[in-house]
Nanobody, 120 residues
Framework: QVQLVESGGGLVQAGGSLRLSCEASGSIFSINAMGWYRQAPGKQRELVARITSGGSIIYADSVKGRFTISRDNAKNTLYLQMNSLKPEDTAVYYC??????????????WGQGTPVTVSS
């Protein structure tokens, strides 16, 4: 089992910045990738950014150039630096850890979510 605890959300004005953190504990050796997802009211949860154990990174088109995902392996912590925030970035942000097994099977772990509100 993997436990994920997010922090860093809050209220910010448009154009501002926030940094989210996600501390992982438990069976972290089983994690192949970690990422951030978000869910806005009335919308489906969507991938924001993901980093694999090998260091490969992907971003949603809507956040490219504004958000940066990073990790500190010594602290078992994942970060999301969010700059130039827009009102449409308002959502609950969830930390995700994925363990990949054979035959394409995988298991996702989720944090409790941290809300981000961007005012115009």
């Amino acid at each position: 089992q993997v436990q994920l605890v997010e922090s860093g959300g809050g209220l910010v004005q448009a154009g501002g910045s926030l940094r989210l953190s996600c501390e992982a504990s438990g069976s972290i050796f089983s994690i192949n990738a970690m990422g951030w997802y978000r869910q806005a009211p009335g919308k489906q949860r969507e991938l924001v950014a993901r980093i694999t154990s090998g260091g490969s990174i992907i971003y949603a088109d809507s956040v490219k150039g504004r958000f940066t995902i990073s990790r500190d392996n010594a602290k078992n912590t994942l970060y999301l630096q969010m700059n130039s925030l827009k009102p449409e970035d308002t959502a609950v942000y969830y930390c995700n850890a994925r363990s990949v097994y054979s035959h394409g099977y995988y298991h996702d772990y989720w944090g409790q979510g941290t809300p981000v509100t961007v005012s115009s």
